[in-house]
């Protein structure tokens, strides 16, 4: 096919056109560290601290280009941070739109509520013991709290609604085995805010994965106070690897190995044989898959206090 001058004309200018948007594409992927660490009260080599600007972009333009970033930035001369939204127009130029939480050390996206937009996840300073995570919601306008977690939590969907619980554990007491028990502290939304789950006992939380696709036993452990109960439930999430457990009582290395029994995985009621349990778990293919097993009390047990540092207060900024 022979084309005109005309039509010639036309696509030589779509061409064009279409190079020029995908190299203004490009400059604004490459400057946006730049533009932000520009945001910035001192220039790095003068700060008395080392920071540098985290940022995720969490929403693009049609052309996709970035259209607003959320970024934990030096707030002040003297090293103090705080999350800060930017709307960043076609050119590339960042405009303040919304402040968050301070301090604010790092950010990520992660959709908790499953409706398929992200969650902002605000590391703030590292604690003696934990670093408090905020879980903030943006509208377009504003940020709300959904509430507070810890660095290192679990987000798992215990009950298959679509949403994500939050898991957080946390050292108790020592038991009549000499080992300090760690119980697992449930947090569920209501009402727009993550508060204590007290119907949810778990006694014990595995996060199992096989790595090659052949037969692999690793050993879990389940670590209880001694005043809670020994009963439980094994309940498999939905997985298609194939999965056996088998629980002993845990011994110091000169003692001899305890004999182990298998553990039911289709919720009937079970005694572990100690406060201080080990699980032999064996997984098969396909390499790659992952499971979750949640041990729950079957009676009452008390809920642990959430981890040290964890807050419930509403807030919006």
């Avoid at 950010?107 to 992200?118: A, K, R, S, Y």
């Avoid at 215990?158 to 898991?167: A, C, H, P, V």
């Avoid at 199992?208 to 690793?218: C, D, L, Q, S, V």
């Amino acid at each position: 096919m022979v084309l005109n001058g005309r039509k010639l004309t036309s696509v030589r200018r779509a061409i064009l056109l279409l190079t020029l948007l995908l190299s203004a594409t490009t400059a604004i992927a490459e400057t946006l560290e730049q533009r932000l660490e520009a945001l910035q009260p001192l220039p790095l080599p003068q700060r008395n601290c080392w920071f540098e600007p985290r940022h995720v972009i969490y929403d693009r333009w049609p052309d996709g280009s970035p259209r607003t970033v959320m970024a934990a930035l030096l707030a002040d001369s003297e090293c103090g941070t705080e999350l800060v939204v930017l709307r960043v127009a076609r050119a590339g130029r960042l405009r303040r739109i919304a402040t968050g939480p301070a301090p604010a050390r790092d950010v990520e996206l992660f959709d908790i509520t499953g409706d398929d937009v992200p969650e902002l996840f605000v590391q703030g300073p590292h604690g003696n013991r934990s670093t408090s995570v905020e879980i903030l919601q943006w509208d377009g306008r504003r940020l709300t709290s959904l509430g507070e977690t810890v660095h290192g939590a679990q987000y798992v969907d215990l009950d298959g609604d679509g949403r994500d619980e939050i898991l957080t554990s946390g050292y108790r007491d020592e038991n009549e085995c000499g080992v300090v028990a760690s119980g697992v502290h449930v947090d569920r939304l209501q009402n727009g805010r993550f508060v204590p789950d007290k119907q949810t006992k778990l006694a014990a939380v595995l996060f199992i994965t096989n790595e090659t696709g052949e037969p692999e036993t690793r050993v879990h452990s389940a670590f209880l106070t001694n005043e809670e109960p020994l009963e439980v439930r094994f309940r498999v999430l939905k997985t298609t690897m194939p999965i056996a457990i088998r629980a002993r009582r845990f011994t110091d290395h000169d003692e001899p190995k305890a004999a182990s029994v298998p553990v039911p995985l289709d919720g009937t009621p079970f005694e572990l044989p100690s406060r201080c349990t080990l699980l032999d778990v064996t997984t098969g293919a396909p390499a790659g898959e992952e499971a979750i097993v949640l041990a729950e009390f079957t009676s009452s047990a008390s809920t642990p206090d959430p981890p040290a540092g964890k807050t419930n207060a509403a807030s919006q900024w």
